[in-house]
Structures are given as structure tokens and as C-alpha cells.
Nanobody, 119 residues
Framework: QVQLVESGGGLVQPGGSLRLSCLASGNIFSAYTMAWYRQAPGKQRELVAIITGGGSTNTADSVKGRFTISRDNAKNTVYLQMNSLKPEDTAVYYC?????????????WGQGTQVTVSS
């Protein structure tokens, strides 16, 4: 079992920056692929960025060049650095941990943190 707790959301002006953090408790954090998703009102949840246990990353085209995902396995924490924020980045951001072991999917979600970009 893995528990995920996000922090770092808030209200920021367009062009500003925020760093989200997701602290994971449980076993063997490095075995999980970690990701950030977001969901805006009236829209489906979408993948923002993903990072494997070995540190390989990928980001959605909509945030490429502005958002960076990273992880610190010693601290059981994954981060999302968000720069040059736009109003369309407003959403609830969710942390996800996922792994497949012996054919079983282990999939965990945090409670979400609100990011609002507005002047």
C-alpha cells in the first residue's frame, strides 16, 4: 500500500511559478513510476508528466518547456516544477504511483492539490 500526499498548490499570477511536491509513504518508492495528472472543471483528467524509477521523463506537449518533473528516491518525493504558468493550467493536480508486479497492477492516487492561475 502506498499513500500519496500532494502539497504546493495555490493561487499564482500568469507567468508565475509553483513547485508541487508529492510525498509517498509505503514500500520501495523507487520501484514505482510516478506521474502528475491534472483535471480542470468540466474536463477529463489528463497526464501532465511522468518519471520512471530510473529517472526517464516525459511531459505533455501542452506543458513541454515549462514544466519539469523530478524525483528524489531518498526522500520518497516527486516534484513538478511549473514555470510560465498560464490560466489554462488551472486545475486540480494529482500525484500517481504505478507499478506492475507479477502481472498485477498497483495504482495509487493522492487527494489532489488546487492550482489556480489568475490575475
Amino acid at each position: 500500500q502506498v499513500q500519496l500526499v500532494e502539497s504546493g498548490g495555490g493561487l499564482v499570477q500568469p507567468g508565475g511559478s509553483l513547485r508541487l511536491s508529492c510525498l509517498a509513504s509505503g514500500n520501495i518508492f523507487s520501484a514505482y513510476t510516478m506521474a502528475w495528472y491534472r483535471q480542470a472543471p468540466g474536463k477529463q483528467r489528463e497526464l501532465v508528466a511522468i518519471i520512471t524509477g530510473g529517472g526517464s521523463t516525459n511531459t505533455a506537449d501542452s506543458v513541454k518547456g515549462r514544466f519539469t518533473i523530478s524525483r528524489d528516491n531518498a526522500k520518497n518525493t516527486v516534484y513538478l516544477q511549473m514555470n510560465s504558468l498560464k490560466p489554462e493550467d488551472t486545475a486540480v493536480y494529482y500525484c500517481n504511483a504505478r507499478k506492475v508486479r507479477y502481472g498485477d497492477l498497483y495504482d495509487y492516487w493522492g487527494q489532489g492539490t488546487q492550482v489556480t492561475v489568475s490575475s
